[in-house]
Structures are given as structure tokens and as C-alpha cells.
């Protein structure tokens, strides 16, 4: 049976799309799901796939996927690699499709304002080739240097300026897709439509589940010409919160709003902010009157909820260093995990959940070397929650597993014990699906029927968003 299918696939894409060698194949059984980076450091080899194939068109892809369905193949897909919450998990029966070679940009729409490319391209290379072109495309998650289109639409990405701009569902105008049974979708590129309930959303957050993303078009937005930035000291998380409150009710939406709690006050920003305090970071950007004006509002907000004005410096910092995760990297090459868990909830919870979160991983986790948190994604009705711990378990797989799931258990369970949601933008994966259940309620039963209908044989990246059957 494996070696037919390797024939099969050779047959219908040639060999430059088809992958067996180890090293390329080793490669493709990882994201950077925190988890399993650790394991392996500590011995566990990922078990891999049966073989990577790399198509470059969506025909090529709808090709590929009819066969395998029919064939009762489970597909795997792989985009930049960045996912850290383990929507990546192959099978020895599993073929891997890799969409880095879907890299083409396709068009920019100056007059209706958008850009479409392939779902290959790399965020920061959208980016650089819109800048050229005097536009930015709004959506900065750290991992923009190592994301590609398809896969931040799958995950519902949010990016470090979504204050402003908007999330990924804010962003994406239209999209090309290809179901499980290999039928192409295409939703055009309009900026909004009342026929039926929005097919996008089918596809935005289905980690694969549903099928695979080939082709974007995301709004764009004019290069800003001016630009405000401050930072201030602020007595604690709950004064903080208050006055992010205060300004996003008013209507304000500065691009970047980030409240750092007093562990990573202290750790990033030591020589400016006081024992204790935690610091709030402010980015306005856009055109010169706006700018004025909302930076008035805003540091006469901040000030007037007690918070302490420290300049621009800190912020120019965070801008300089904000993608910089070689700490994190280096810990987990120790054997130490090192990871994050973003949760969101209305403004009446989230300090509570800041709190009670904090409070119960440091008393239940005797291996916790740290936990902090941040905001850093803001609405009118509620904020994010960035937890960022480190731990150090034994030198043995199985216990990596116990010490990362007793931290994540007691975020989990918080969360939705006040009301929050478990996921703000890094998707589901395999580390949240045992609570996802409990958060949709009556809606886990439209979720899995569409599955279902989608996905009757269960073979696209099973064991993610929704549980097996």
C-alpha cells in the first residue's frame, strides 16, 4: 500500500513536487509546538510521515487531494511551521503537504485597496513587497518572519498592531480553497456581502481540518505618515486594565497597546520603571491630524489614572527586540520549557483571571521557574491575556508531557470558569482541544457536523479542532 501511493503521487505531480528524502521529510514532522521541541530534545523522536509533497498550484493541489481521498490517505498540511499549539502531528500512513511552493504574489488592487497572493508567501515577504509599493498590509504576529499566508488565515491570526488594524478576520477580503475530496472554493474578493451566512469564516480558523487554503486577498492599508509613541510606569495589572478600559471605550485605537505585568516590567524595562510597577506601551499611527489628536486623548487618559510618563525609549526598544525569541530558544535546547498561553475575556474578568491563573500554576507547579503576563490585543468590550512561563521538568518525554500539562490544566480551566475563552489567536491545535467542548457548548454539534459533511472520512489533519470520532 505505501509504495503505491508514492507511485501514485509521483505519477500525478513529477518528482520536484514529490519529497522522501529523511532530512527534508524530519523536518515536516514539527512546528514549534513547545511540547514536542522539548521531547525531542530529551529523546523522543516524531514519528514521520509516509512521504512531503510540494504543490505549486491549486490544481495541483486539488489533484493531490482527490487522490489521496480517495485512496483514504490522512494529509497533513504544512505551512511556515510557525505553529506552537500542535496542529502539526504526522503518521507513518499520513502524507504531508507542504505549501511553500504555492510563494507567488498575484496582484495589488490599488484602487479597491487589497493584495492577493499564494498561501505560501512568507508574511514579512508580503510585507517588504507592499512597502515598496508605498502600503503596509497591518498584520505583524512575531512570527512574521517564519509565517505564510494560509496558515495565519487557518489559525485566525492576530498580529502586535491589531489595536488598529484589526485582526486576521478584519483583514481577509476573500480567499481559494480546496476541500477534502479535492473540490475547488472561491470566495471573490468583495468588501462585504449579506448572501447567506460569511463562507470565509468556514475556512478562517479550520486548522486544516476543513481543507487547505491556497490563495488570499487581505486589505491593505496606505504607508502611515506619522508616527507617536510612549510608554508609561503603572502601579499594577488592575490599574492598567482600568485605564486601557477607559480610553478603548471612548473610541480611541492606538496601534499597538501593551500592558506588561511587574515580572516583565522588571525583566525587559528595569532601569525605568520602579519595584512593583508594570509598564504600558503606546503606538498611534496613521495620518497627522488623527495621530495628534489621539495621542493628546490618550496620555491625558493614562495620566489621569495614575500612570507615570517614561518617554519613547521603551517603546523603541520593544520595536527593536519584539521578534527576538533566542532566549526561548536556547531554553529549550537546555531541556527547559519555555511557552505561551493567550486567552481572552470581557473587561469584568480579566484581571480576575490574570490573578487567579498566576496564582494557581505558581502554587501548583513545583517545577515553574517563572509565569508573567501581558495585554497586548484590545477591544471596546475585553482585552487578551499573553501567560509566558518557563519550567523545568526531569530528563524523560512522558515527564515533559505531566510538567506542560500541569501548567496549561489550571490556565484552561480558569479561563472558563470566568467566562473567558481559551484561545485568542493561536488556534486550537492538540494542547486545547480537551476543552474546546466545554467553550462551544451546544455549538461543539454545529462544529462537528461540519466536519462531518466536510470531512465524512475524517482524513484532513485528523486530531485537531475537533476530537476523532
Partial sequence: MPQTILAGLQTLLGPDRFVTDPETVARRCLDTWPLRLVQKVVGAEPEPPLCVVRPATTAEVARTLTYLYGEGVPVIPYGGGSGVVGGIQPTRDSVVLDLGALDQMISLNEADLTVTAQAGVFLNHLEAWLNERGYICGHYPQSIDVAQLGGLVATRSAGQFSTRYGNIEDLLVGLEAVLPD??????????????????????????????????????VFPRPVERWMHAYAIADMRSGLRA?????????????????????????????VGAGECILLLLSEGPAGLVQAESTALHGAITAQGGRPLGAAPVEAWLHHRNDVHLFEQLITMGIIVDTIEVAAGWSSIANIYEQVTEAVRKTVPELLVISGHSSHSYPQGTNLYFIWAAQPSRDPAEVERVYNAVWQPVMESTLALGGTISHHHGVGRVRLPWVERELGSGYRLLSGIKQMLDPRGLMNPGTLVQRP
Avoid: C, N
Avoid at 460569511?198 to 476543513?210: K, N, Q
Fill in 182 to 219: 479535492g473540490q475547488i472554493l472561491r470566495i471573490h474578493d468583495l468588501p462585504r456581502r449579506a448572501v447567506g451566512p460569511d463562507l470565509r469564516h468556514l475556512l478562517m480558523g479550520s486548522e486544516g481540518a476543513f481543507g487547505i487554503i491556497t490563495e488570499v486577498t487581505l486589505k
Fill in 244 to 272: 486601557i478600559q477607559a480610553f478603548m471605550r471612548e473610541g480611541w485605537r492606538p496601534a499597538v497597546v501593551r500592558l506588561h505585568d511587574a515580572v516583565e516590567a522588571e525583566r525587559s524595562y528595569g532601569s525605568v
